[in-house]
């Protein structure tokens, strides 16, 4: 703990230093002030965690400089000294939240245990404060699987629509489904970046859910949280969508735009979703649009889905015989539509399919859809796609799993000693944080922190029985940044702090 001492008389800081260095030899004195105005400077030079302040001082005095002090270090706390005992005194002091009101001449004991109490409160805001950041972190990291997930789930009634708003904090009463296409010959540095710049000006400036990019686009769910004119919505998507496009095209990006109609139940949210890729497609076809809504009802597009959704999760089963099945019941579905309409479709699964296969970490970017090709030749190549995605996807079931497992594992095993994270290690093996997560506890019957939380306790356990390290050595050397909590997540998995621990197992042998 760092201290500084203010008092007018030298004779009672030099008393009070020595004493508090002989006692409490943990407490740093960093600074002495011999008045008001000397302390309000030290407290913005030294940031102490405890300030001794006399109250009588000539010029500003002590309440007057803890009322000062306190206006940008509202984290110092304040032990008052006084010479007079008076209601007034105590009255004005506690006003500006101190605590400790010492009357001189203190004695030695009084003094050590407001020191102590001052100490104790201060560990506990700390306690208090890092508990609290590590439940936001922890919040943080799960709001993003989230947010990676939420449209595979929503679009394939894996979760409802509800229960995602409860998860994200978001009361929606109504909404709509933008999908935004990015050019195709950029890296992947830098279509992430155009990710990240997107992202953090959609969410300055509305309620927002995005997806991840998937060959080349970008879902997001644009939220509302009233019930509105469908137009009035509109209105709005509309005037988001060209904002962005404008920010874009001045850093000189393309980006262009297909939108959805606005929904008002949580039913109507899929055909949003497929009017928004009807609509990306058909802006294709005229290069001077930045941005479109889906020229034709969503009818179509509502019936087209049921038949996709029963295909994916015939991929996501790896099941290659129902996924054939179905397929040729789509395309049967196609003869009806013009080849031009039955192409666009054949391509909105095209894409549907790929996200998918990306939501599971298989990776299918050497796929791309053959425009330039026949009609009859696209219905081969899309059937070898999905036929071969039910394969990669078996493939997967019955021995990756396996090997992505291990080699997560073996990387943990490296960098367990340093910040590493569930979302760190699920890029590193090619999977989706959410399915990795889902893996790992299926496989090790604990989720990711507590498995890496057991390799450091154990590996702390290691180095306090067998090297000279201090326990603050020891803290650092296996990734944690706080001796404190560091103790208390080892005496939580063993029953004892480490200091008892080593006192233990050395008086043992």
């Known amino acids: 703990m760092r201290l500084v001492i203010v008092d007018d008389e030298m004779l009672e ?72 005992n008076t209601f007034e005194y105590a009255k ?7 605590k400790e009101y010492l009357l001189k001449p203190s004695k030695q004991s009084e003094v ?20 609290k950041q590590s439940l936001q972190d922890n919040l943080n990291r799960a709001l993003s699987v989230i947010e990676t997930e939420w449209l595979s789930s929503i679009l394939n009634d894996h979760i409802s629509f509800e229960a995602w708003s409860e998860l994200l904090g978001i009361e929606v009463k109504s909404g709509t489904i933008v999908i935004f296409s990015i050019q195709s010959h950029l890296s992947k540095e830098a279509k992430q ?27 997001v769910l644009i939220l509302f949280n009233s019930i509105q004119e469908k137009n009035r919505m509109k209105s709005q998507a509309i005037k988001l969508v060209r904002n962005v496009v404008s920010m874009m095209r001045d850093s000189n990006l393309s980006i262009f735009a297909g ?35 889906p020229t034709e009802t969503s009818k179509e597009a509502k019936l087209s889905f049921e038949k996709e959704k029963e295909l994916i999760e015939f991929i996501k089963l790896g099941d290659r015989q129902h996924v054939l099945e179905v397929f040729e019941l789509y ?13 666009r479709m054949l391509e909105e699964l095209w894409i549907i399919v790929s996200r998918a296969m990306y939501e599971l970490g298989i990776h299918t970017s050497s796929y791309t859809f053959p425009h330039k090709e026949p009609y009859d030749q696209i219905i081969l190549a899309t059937r070898q796609y999905v036929l071969e995605s039910a394969e ?21 095993m490296e960098h367990f000693h340093q910040s590493i994270t569930l979302e760190e290690v699920a890029e590193y093996v090619g999977l989706s944080p959410f399915h990795f997560s ?39 050397s296996i990734g944690y940044k706080d001796p404190n909590y560091f103790s208390r997540v080892f005496k939580k998995k063993t029953g004892v702090a480490p200091t008892a621990y080593r006192s233990k197992q050395t008086s043992s042998k």
């Open 331 to 343: 395309v049967s579905e196609l003869e009806s539509q013009s080849e031009l309409k039955a192409i």
């Open 438 to 476: 889902k893996l790992f506890k299926g496989k090790y019957g604990m989720n990711f922190i507590d498995y890496v939380t057991n390799l450091r306790i154990e590996q702390a356990k290691e180095e306090i029985l067998n090297t000279n390290k201090s326990l603050k050595e020891i803290c650092f």
């Open 112 to 131: 050590l245990a407001a020191l102590s109490r001052v100490i104790r409160e201060i560990k506990e805001e700390r306690q208090l404060q890092e508990e």
């Open 193 to 219: 970046q155009v990710y990240q710049r997107l992202k953090e000006w959609l969410k300055n400036k509305s309620e927002c859910v995005m997806g991840p990019v998937v060959e080349n686009k970008i879902p």
């Open 259 to 293: 939108m959805g109609l606005p929904f008002q139940t949580i039913e109507d949210l899929p055909n949003s979703y497929h009017e928004a890729l009807l609509a990306l497609e058909q802006r294709s076809l005229h290069y001077e649009m930045a941005y479109a809504f």
């Open 392 to 412: 990669l996807v078996q493939a997967w079931r019955t021995s990756h799993t396996k090997g992505y497992l291990l080699k997560a594992k073996d990387y943990i």
């Open 13 to 84: 800081r030099k008393a009070l230093s020595k004493m508090i260095q002989r006692e409490m030899p943990d407490i740093n004195i960093v600074g002495e002030a011999t008045n008001g105005r000397m302390a309000i400077q030290l407290a913005d030079e030294l940031a102490p965690d405890i300030m001794m302040m006399d109250i009588k001082m000539p010029g500003i005095d002590g309440v007057e400089a803890v009322r000062e002090i306190r206006k940008s270090h509202k984290q110092i706390k304040f032990i008052m000294v006084s010479a007079f």
């Open 92 to 98: 004005e002091v506690m006003q500006q939240g101190v």
